[in-house]
């Protein structure tokens, strides 16, 4: 499968944004699949993921304002940011893998990944 990510963009503090990450490929909907960020000078830190079944779990820094879904019939998952504020400014990428067992966290567990959007957030 190959992933498109898009959606990014410059926002004011407070602002939304909704990311989006397009699939290629029959199936997609059976991934499990997740979004990640890297800002400059950091690692990349997983952010939200959500399963073939529809559950999901977050980074606790953005719960309540982030959620994380999926389009089957898009074959897109997306990731909608509200209340942005500048320490959510960063690269984000989304990432796929077949399975939903085991931890969400590790971004050495997704074997798919889309090229990044970056997301910017000005005080």
């Known amino acids: 499968v190959q992933l498109q990510a898009s959606g990014g963009g410059l926002v004011q503090a407070g602002g939304s944004l909704r990311l989006s990450c397009a699939a290629s490929?029959?199936?997609?909907?059976?991934?499990?699949v997740a979004w990640f960020r890297q800002a400059p000078g950091k690692e990349r830190e997983f952010v939200a993921a959500?399963?073939?079944?529809?559950?999901?779990t977050y980074l606790e820094s953005v719960k309540g304002r982030f959620t994380i879904f999926r389009d089957n019939a898009k074959n897109t998952v997306y990731l909608q940011m509200n209340r942005l504020n500048p320490e959510d400014t960063a690269v984000y990428y989304c990432?796929?893998?077949?399975?939903?067992?085991?931890?969400?966290?590790?971004?050495?567990?997704?074997?798919?990944w889309g090229q990044g959007t970056q997301v910017t957030v000005s005080s």
């Open positions: 990432a796929a893998r077949t399975y939903s067992s085991g931890s969400y966290y590790r971004s050495s567990d997704y074997d798919h």
């Open positions: 490929g029959r199936s997609f909907s059976t991934y499990t």
């Open positions: 959500i399963n073939r079944s529809g559950g999901s």
